[in-house]
């Protein structure tokens, strides 16, 4: 009798444990910097803040009628204020010309500087280096706040961290405050601000500012510059081996390693791997590693290097404004080569003389009235009782002086044709006087009315004003329609 062997199977093998697709953000603890680039970051950092702050408190009188604030985004009155630039809605394109020029210096001075922008004047940079400032001033430099946030919670860490916190949230309301100042006026924000009488959007975008600012600058830092900015990828299009960025001189620093007083130098670099440049650093990176996508270019790590390598008694200049191509013929032994002057920053040198040029022309040379005419599109023409057809329109009058006018109207092209103002009575002549505001946009409702032996399909006249003070002649030509079209 055979005998049957039973087999267990064998139980599987235990799952693995879920992997963690998400790294929490590892806390940064700058080290205060001493040197050249700090002192330009904290002019920048004042001069930007001080901008922003105090722009909008700035006057420019204009006359009456008109807010006399220098910078103002008017959307009540349609209009922009820049000193004595007065941007109307149909302008609009002197606000896009703006924003290409922007643009383009802004790729200008990369291709030249890398991303000195980041760097010294982003307002992720601004507010970051002013809360940092504040962090350090409650909790101490790099190493008494490691050493802080390492303790328990305690009566003075309690203090320090609610004080900062506190600071921070004024920082950011004022931040808010500024802002909605460019979209009032400020005189009359500041007053009705704080008795809950100013309007609703600018208690919502106040709101929406002190949030962002406080979130962005005191909680997120350089994840915003690592992961919710498009201009890191983007500047890798805009540089190339000529351009000035901060660079680690690995042809002077490697091999690395420490160094002892008295110790020869022969055989090695000039690194003694102290990494003071990490430490400075706001985005937390390693400059040695090489060009890298967090890097905003602030030249702190500079400044950290010189002070080393002051005191091993060596040349400074081992992290530098430097290009690629010159490091790499220095390690090559061969001569080094600087060319700010290439086709991409002619070019883009060039269209923003183009640019700034074409605008200055049309501001230069731009009319201060305008005449739109908007016929209506229901129904596009009436029969009156007699037969006649008549066609609605809107007149619209653009005064960009500061005097009011006086327009005489009339119209020709179509026989018989017939002109009313609603509101309005013409004189004994015929003629029809419309008034226009300094500084405004009037609107008339006007009827255009052609006998029906003259009217049939699509015809074509001509509004005219003419400024009875000046004789300045305005025209819109625009369609009559009648049946048979």
């Known amino acids: 009798m055979s005998r049957v062997t039973l087999i267990t199977p064998k139980s599987p093998p235990p799952a693995p444990p879920p992997q963690d697709l998400y790294a929490k953000r590892k806390q940064i603890y700058p080290k205060l910097a001493h040197g050249k680039f700090r002192t330009v970051k904290w002019l920048a950092m004042a001069g930007m803040l001080g901008i922003y702050y105090l722009v909008p408190w700035l006057r420019w009188d204009r006359g009456t009628g008109v807010p006399d604030q220098a910078v103002l985004a008017d959307f009540a009155g349609e209009r922009f204020f820049f000193f004595g630039i007065e941007i109307w809605p149909q302008e609009a394109y002197y606000l896009a010309g703006l924003m290409i020029l922007a643009a383009l210096g802004l790729f200008l001075v990369t291709s030249l500087f890398g991303r000195v922008w980041c760097g010294y004047a982003c307002p992720q940079t601004v507010w970051t280096d002013l809360y940092i400032w504040v962090e350090r001033a409650f909790e101490g430099d790099r190493a008494a706040r490691m050493r802080l946030d390492a303790k328990p919670m305690s009566f003075n860490k309690a203090w320090r961290k609610v004080g ?126 090489g060009a890298q996508l967090e890097c905003i270019h602030c030249a702190l790590c500079i400044d950290a290097c010189d002070e080393m390598m002051k005191k091993v008694e060596r040349p400074t200049g081992l992290i530098a404004y430097d290009t690629d191509i010159a490091v790499a013929r220095r390690a ?154």
């Not at 919502?204 to 992961?227: D, N, S």
């Not at 040379?365 to 229901?378: H, I, Q, Y």
């Not at 009058?397 to 005489?408: D, I």
Request: proline share 4%; glycine share 10%; charged share 20%.
């Open 164 to 289: 900062k916190h506190a600071v921070w949230l004024l920082i950011a309301f004022v931040t808010g405050g500024a802002f909605i100042l460019y979209f009032h006026d400020a005189q009359m924000i500041a007053q009705t601000f704080f008795i809950g009488e100013a309007p609703l959007s600018a208690y919502w975008f106040a709101a929406i500012l002190t949030f962002t600012t406080y979130a962005l600058a005191g909680t997120m830092r350089e994840q915003v510059c690592t992961y919710l900015c498009p201009w890191p990828r983007i500047q890798a299009a805009l540089t190339d081996e000529h351009a000035l960025n901060v660079t680690y001189r690995y042809d002077r620093g490697e091999p690395r390693g420490p160094h002892r007083k008295g110790e020869s130098w022969e055989g090695r670099g000039d690194c003694i791997d102290c990494k003071q440049c990490v430490q400075v650093c706001p985005m937390g990176i390693d400059i040695r590693d």
């Open 332 to 485: 090559a032994g061969m001569r080094t080569q600087y060319r700010l002057i290439r086709a991409r920053t002619v070019l883009y040198a060039a269209l923003m003389v183009a640019i700034a040029a074409l605008m200055a022309w049309g501001l230069l040379n731009r009319g201060t009235f305008e005449v739109n005419v908007l016929k209506d599109r229901s129904p596009p023409y009436v029969r009156l009782s007699d037969g006649d057809i008549r066609n609605g329109y809107t007149l619209k009058l653009v005064n960009k002086s500061g005097e009011a006018r006086e327009m005489s109207l009339e119209a020709n092209g179509i026989d018989g044709l017939q002109l009313e103002v609603i509101g309005l009575e013409a004189t004994e002549a015929g003629r029809i006087f419309l008034p226009v505001a300094a500084h405004g946009v009037d609107r008339y409702r006007i009827f255009v009315t052609v006998p029906q032996e003259t009217a049939g399909g699509r015809d074509h006249f001509t509004l005219l004003l003419q400024d009875t003070a000046t004789g300045e002649l305005h025209g819109n030509r625009t369609s009559f329609m009648a049946p048979g079209d």
